[in-house]
């Protein structure tokens, strides 16, 4: 059972930016963040396979950026924008995935992280 732990959420003003993490148990193939506000459904933000794929979501290509360093999972997000608000969740996958963003493909999500953009 693999187990993640984000961290990093806040409060950031429009335009500024903003970094969260996540931390495996151990290491997985595939990892990707999710995010889902309020009344809407979880949607794939960026994901990232152990064969270098990465993929965006086309509302986040531009301004979010993956990163791992020792296996840890990093979303540098700048130029946040209102919209950009959300729970935001970690989720990994043991097998191949591609760098997929469909929430079906992912086994292990960890507990979320509120990031919220407002002025």
């Known amino acids: 059972q693999v187990r993640l732990v984000e961290s990093g959420g806040g409060s950031a003003q429009p335009g500024s930016s903003l970094t969260i993490s996540c931390v495996p148990s151990?290491?997985?193939?595939?990892m990707a963040w999710f995010r889902q506000a309020p009344g809407k459904e979880r949607e794939g933000v960026a994901a990232?396979?152990?064969?270098?794929g990465e993929t965006y979501a086309d509302s986040v290509t531009g301004r979010f950026t993956l990163f791992t360093v020792k296996n840890k999972l990093y979303l540098q997000m700048n130029s946040l924008k209102p919209e950009d608000t959300a729970m935001y969740y970690c989720?990994?996958?043991?097998?191949?995935?591609?760098?997929?963003?469909?929430?079906?493909?992912?086994?292990?999500w960890g507990q979320g992280t509120q990031v919220t953009v407002s002025s």
């Open positions: 151990e290491y997985t193939y595939c």
């Open positions: 990232l396979d152990g064969g270098g």
């Open positions: 989720a990994a996958e043991e097998r191949p995935c591609f760098a997929t963003m469909s929430v079906e493909e992912y086994n292990y």
